[in-house]
């Protein structure tokens, strides 16, 4: 079952991502300013996130006469800036990240204001915390003839699968034209709740979804619309309104690079400890859906045990002629990410096996930025007598006349940005 609406011509449906961008000035002028800028950005949608515009006397009388004129001014003057791209109001209340409280009264006459404007073709509507308030106030939006997007947000975590799936159908049957969830992950294995809670949603709801893990390990959630069949994705304008948000060009950029992305060889992620090959591997994994393959894990599978009882019991040499024996044998395979090892490439051979059906891209990070990444880790067999940043410096210099003669690429992942390291790779594999 696949969510489908039209706003202006806009398909909105799951799986196939519209980009919008928010217009989030705190007064009329920077408003205007960065819609005119936004426009130029081509998106499919614009935000106005009106709870972060201030007027005079908001925070003593509240959404009174004045404050309700100077809104639907604004609208006015964002509908002729923006012409026919549809457009979204949201009023985002403190207990949901936004920037002011308000009360349910105010919430109601500023949306139900909006709403008979008609200047707004959708309007958030906050459901979850206050179900009987939300149902009323969207059947009272719809019988003016906007749609709603029905909307949730944890900004301290993320709910288990079946919370979140039980969420987004509450939203629909409390009436939302759209039903957006974003949650924020603690872990890695957040980001892949909610990718597998979302795809499950889309394919259960007769209404399109919006979902998105936020923060910077969220943020490919932003980009793999195909893996969470989430119909919406927010870019970041002139300023963000939500943490994790990518700037337009980029989004578009990957959104169209990652569709039925195919490649001839392997992307091999090569690197010393720390530099994040594992988790740009999987952040790649979940942009393109081209299959993983950590080298490092598919040895622990294959000995059944861990690297440093290899270590323990084999030795480094020991380790490295199995490292040898699983790149001869993952590499055999064509268009996958392999991510190995900070020693696989020291070994001339490895290099050999790997250039046979792979281009190598080395991921380089400053010695303190490793440090702070891996200073907690106790699986470093190579720094578990020395963990220091003098240390790390040592070990690299013996390294790096291999490592760069090695590869093809050089990726520097020192911004932690896993989505601009994801779209320097793709645009030198496009």
Not at 56 to 85: A, P
């Amino acid at each position: 079952m696949s969510g489908k609406i039209v706003v202006r011509n806009v398909e909105i449906e799951n799986g196939n991502a519209k980009i919008c961008v928010p217009v989030c000035g705190k007064n009329k002028e920077t408003i205007i300013d960065e819609a005119k800028t936004v426009v130029d950005m081509n998106p499919d949608l614009v935000e106005f996130r009106c709870d972060i515009y201030d007027v005079d006397r908001f925070d003593v009388s509240g959404v009174d006469d004045n404050y309700l004129k100077c809104v639907e001014t604004i609208l006015s003057e964002l509908r002729n800036i923006i012409g026919n791209i549809p457009l979204i109001f949201t009023f985002r209340t403190l207990s949901e990240g936004g920037n002011k409280d308000i009360s349910d009264e105010d919430y109601k006459a500023l949306n139900n204001m909006v709403a008979k404007t008609g200047l707004a073709d959708l309007i958030d509507v906050e459901t979850y915390s206050k179900k009987d308030f939300a149902e009323e106030l969207i059947g009272e939006i719809h019988k003016e003839g906007v749609k709603v997007v029905a909307s949730y947000h944890d900004f301290e975590k993320t709910p288990d699968a079946k919370t979140i799936e039980n969420i987004l159908q509450k939203m629909n049957e409390l009436g939302g034209d759209i039903c957006k969830i974003a949650v924020m992950p603690n872990c890695e294995e957040d980001v892949e709740i909610l990718i597998n809670a979302s795809k499950r949603a889309s394919e259960i709801l007769a209404k399109p979804i919006i979902t998105m893990s936020m923060g910077e390990s969220g943020a490919v959630t932003r980009v793999c619309a195909p893996l969470t069949g989430t119909s919406v994705t927010f870019a970041k304008g002139v300023n963000a309104s939500a943490p994790g948000q990518i700037s337009c060009g980029v989004l578009r950029e990957l959104l169209e690079k990652t569709k039925d992305y195919k490649i001839s060889k392997n992307i091999v992620l090569i690197g010393f400890m720390g530099t994040g090959k594992t988790t740009v591997s999987k952040a790649l994994h979940r942009m393109t859906g081209l299959e993983e393959v950590d080298v490092d894990k598919y040895i622990v599978e294959k000995e059944g045990m861990s690297i440093p009882e290899i270590f323990e019991k084999f030795g480094e040499k020991g380790f490295r002629d199995r490292e040898t024996n699983a790149l001869e044998e993952i590499q055999k395979i064509s268009g996958r990410i392999i991510s190995c090892g900070g020693g696989a490439v020291l070994k001339q051979e490895n290099v050999e096996i790997l250039k046979r059906n792979g281009d190598i891209y080395l991921l380089t990070a400053s010695p303190e930025v490793i440090f702070e990444r891996v200073k907690d880790d106790d699986q470093r067999p190579l720094l578990k007598d020395n963990m220091s940043v003098e240390h790390i410096v040592e070990l690299m210099e013996k390294r790096r006349e291999k490592y760069e003669a090695a590869a093809d690429y050089f990726i520097d992942t020192d911004s932690n940005d896993r989505v601009q390291v994801c779209y320097d790779i793709i645009k030198k594999n496009s």
